[in-house]
Each structure stands twice: as C-alpha cells, then as structure tokens.
C-alpha cells in the first residue's frame, strides 16, 4: 500500500493550494484518511480527516472556515483545498490511513488525536510554504 501526496508548494499569504493523496494498493473498503502538518521544530497537527465511504469528515479548529476536504473514491483519491492560507500553515503535511476493520466503527472527531502509531499507512509528505 502506497500514499503519495502532491500539491505543495510555495504560496503568498491568503493563497490557495489543494493537495492530493493518492492511495494505491489497497483492497480495502473502509478507511479513513486524514491529512497532519508539521512544522520545524513542533508537534505534528491534525489537519482534517475524511471516512470516504460515508463522507464523515473532520477538521482542525485551525482551518475549518478555510479549509475543504473531499475524497474521489473510484480515484482513490483525498484532496485538501486549502484556502486563505496564512504563514502558520507553513510546514510537511502528510496522510496518513487508519482501516476499520469489518464491523467496527470509528469516531471521526477523535482521529486528528490519534498517535501516529495507530495509523496503518502514511505518506512521504509535500511541503507547503506560506509567505508573509
């Protein structure tokens, strides 16, 4: 199983990007992908999250009025539209695949909070840059 995102770059203040996570490999039905961030020197972030089976999505109280997350299933496809950006949004974002496995469920709003551990498959990152 691959993630491969795409997408970043460098953007002036109040610009827009829109990020891609492509999922390959994967024969499985149920999943969630959420998108983290981290800049130099800090903590990873939980940036928003999307269940494309159901469209249960999640966000950062950071970027829910700018960002929108959406998903293209026969694509396999999560992309991040990333709106307003501001200087504070500089840093790696990544996505990352936690699977939900046969009748489990999963509480969207709690997975921005789950520790890297407990993801199956994350991707190398795509760097995105915010100017002042």
Excluded at 3 to 32: H, Q, T
Excluded at 112 to 125: C, M, P, T
Aim: hydrophobic fraction near 35%.
């Amino acid at each position: 199983v691959q993630l491969v995102e795409s997408g970043g770059g460098l953007v002036r203040s109040g610009g827009s990007l829109r990020l891609s996570c492509e999922v390959s490999g994967l024969n499985f039905r149920d999943y969630v992908i959420a998108w983290f961030r981290q800049a130099s020197g800090t903590e990873r972030e939980g940036v928003s999250c999307i269940r494309p089976s159901t469209g249960d999505t999640a966000f950062a109280d950071a970027v829910k009025d700018r960002f929108i997350i959406s998903a293209d299933n026969p694509k396999k496809t999560v992309y991040l539209q990333m709106n307003s950006l501001k200087p504070e949004d500089t840093g790696v974002y990544y996505c990352a695949l936690l699977m939900i496995l046969g009748d489990g469920d999963v509480n969207i709003a709690t997975v921005l909070s789950r520790h890297d551990a407990e993801f199956d498959y994350r991707g190398q990152g795509t760097q995105v840059t915010v100017s002042s």
